[in-house]
């Protein structure tokens, strides 16, 4: 099975090709400047993979960026409505977590993401040499309360995480590690059913009517 995987929930955004859980390309990106496409081709070019090859495409879902994760979703919906493609939604944090596995980053590791409002997100996961599993699922929290009870040994990692915890690990979330969960999956999807995982309830402002012009 040939996937592509597009990662842009995050200021590194980043692309990679593999065949099962063997990657055979990725390309990394930072500050945004290089265009979508201009990235898949290059990976797809790394790898002498045709695009027409392509048989899976992995998104990840955030959270993280809403403009990134939007934009790697419409790629995704126009490769399935062009070539047929099955489409695949996979954590971020996840990504995350099977990342510091393979950092052997090992404990109770808290995934952290900026939520923006003083706030952040936050999944924890139990990390072991043979894997990882979730522990506490996604949730919106300020950053205090993300504090380990009676100072128990936590690891915290994450794009941003030195932001609150001084002792964390930069990790952005990867391809290359988003291909490998997303060969072992098979719950494939509709294009039209992908969204960013935002966890805040959404809000509409409606606007103030127009006012009139005054007469002369």
């Known amino acids: 099975m040939t996937i592509l995987a597009l990662e842009f929930s995050s200021p590194q955004r980043s692309v990679a ?21 201009r990235l898949i081709e290059k990976v797809l070019t790394d790898a002498a993979v045709d695009r027409r090859q392509i048989e899976v495409v992995a998104v990840g879902l ?8 939007r934009a790697a979703i419409a790629i995704a919906q126009g490769w399935q409505l062009a070539r047929g493609v099955r489409l695949l939604g996979v954590s ?12 052997q980053i090992f404990g109770r ?45 936590e690891r915290f990692v994450g794009p941003e995480v030195t932001k609150w915890f001084a002792g964390g690990k930069i990790l952005f979330p990867r391809a290359s590690a988003l291909v490998k969960l997303a060969a072992c999956r098979s719950d494939f ?23 009139r012009p005054s007469r002369p």
């Open 109 to 153: 590791v808290n995934v952290i993401v900026d939520a923006q409002r003083g706030e952040v997100y936050r999944a924890a996961y139990d990390v072991c040499s043979d894997g990882w599993r979730l522990r506490e699922p996604l949730s919106i929290v300020a950053p205090a309360a993300t504090q380990p009870p009676g100072g128990a040994a």
């Open 17 to 37: 090709v593999a065949r099962g859980r063997e990657v055979l390309a990725e390309a990394v990106e930072s500050g945004g400047g290089t265009p979508a496409f």
């Open 92 to 103: 971020s944090a996840d990504t995350l977590a099977a990342q510091a596995q393979a950092e």
């Open 189 to 211: 999807r509709p294009g039209e059913t992908l969204e960013p995982i935002y966890l805040r309830e959404t809000n509409f402002v409606r606007s103030p009517p127009a006012a």
């Open 62 to 69: 955030g959270p993280g960026s809403y403009t990134g994760i």
